[in-house]
Each structure stands twice: as C-alpha cells, then as structure tokens.
C-alpha cells in the first residue's frame, strides 16, 4: 500500500496533531475498500485554514454563504486523491461543543473527509449517522 498523506498548516495556530491526523487517514484507507477493491494507493493533503478562508472557499466552490468545518476536493476520478481543507476556527468551536479536545475533532475532520474520498455520502441522517460511526471506529484504532 502507497499512501500520501500530506498536511499544511495555514493558520498562526501552532502545533497541530499531523502524525495523529496522518494516522486517522491510514486507518481509514486501509479500512475502506474503493469500487470493491482494497485501496493500493492514495494521496490526499490536508490544508488546515481559518473561517475566512474557508468561508471564501465555501461561497466560491458550492455556493454556502458561510464558513464550515471541512470541505472535500477529490482531484482524480480514476484514483484517490484529493484535498481536504478544514477550518480550524470551526473546529475549534466544535470541539469546545462537544467537549472534546481539538485534537479529537481533527481526527474526527480528517476520518469525514478521507470517507468523503472514498465514496461516503452525509446528505441523509442514516448516511449521517452512519459516518459519524466509522469515524469512531477509525478515531480509535
């Protein structure tokens, strides 16, 4: 398995759990299978920002006037790839929220968006609900 897993930090917010994120991300790719297969190979960057940019990111790309906490890319259709960008001003709040540690509610970003990219869905409650379980699932291997 070949697995690029990338993260930037593009806040003044310093230090932020990559190896933690990078892990969360593995354990989803090796978890999941993509078009029935076992994943062999993936890349994704994640790109932490603040509500701003996200809020910019948001209006520009799906037409939401308002910031989120996590929006996925996929960049190829043919292979895994892509980017996730997540708030940290967002996520920071959700975690104060949920009474969870930041560090908790960026694997908890990270786990939603890789499902993302491999083919989850979160437009219903059941598929809602069902990403908030392999997210658990995936936050504790």
Same mark, same amino acid.
């Given at each position: 398995?070949?697995?690029? !897993?990338?993260?930037? *930090? /593009?806040?003044?917010?310093?230090?932020?759990? @990559?190896?933690?994120? +990078?892990?969360?991300?593995?354990?989803?790719?090796?978890?999941?299978?993509?078009?029935?297969?076992?994943?062999?190979?993936?890349?994704?960057? !994640?790109?932490?920002? *603040? /509500?701003?940019?996200?809020?910019?990111?948001? @209006?520009?790309?799906? +037409?939401?006037?308002?910031?989120?906490?996590?929006?996925?890319?996929?960049?190829?259709?043919?292979?895994?790839?892509?980017?996730?960008?997540?708030?940290?001003?967002?996520?920071?709040?959700?975690?104060?929220?949920?009474?969870?540690?930041?560090?908790?509610?960026?694997?908890?970003?990270?786990?939603?968006?890789?499902?993302?990219?491999?083919?989850?869905?979160?437009?219903?409650?059941?598929?809602?609900?069902?990403?908030?379980?392999?997210?658990?699932?995936?936050?504790?291997?």
């Amino acid at each position: 398995m070949k697995f690029e !897993i990338h993260i930037f *930090n /593009d806040t003044e917010r310093k230090p932020i759990p @990559k190896a933690k994120m +990078q892990r969360v991300v593995e354990n989803v790719l090796r978890g999941e299978k993509w078009r029935g297969k076992p994943i062999q190979s993936a890349s994704v960057s !994640i790109v932490l920002v *603040n /509500d701003a940019k996200i809020h910019a990111m948001n @209006k520009e790309f799906l +037409q939401h006037d308002y910031p989120t906490d996590i929006i996925t890319f996929p960049l190829e259709e043919e292979t895994i790839d892509g980017e996730l960008y997540i708030s940290l001003d967002t996520a920071t709040r959700q975690a104060e929220e949920h009474g969870v540690s930041l560090t908790n509610e960026l694997m908890r970003l990270a786990a939603h968006g890789t499902l993302h990219l491999v083919g989850y869905d979160d437009a219903s409650t059941e598929e809602r609900k069902e990403m908030s379980r392999l997210e658990d699932t995936y936050i504790r291997h």
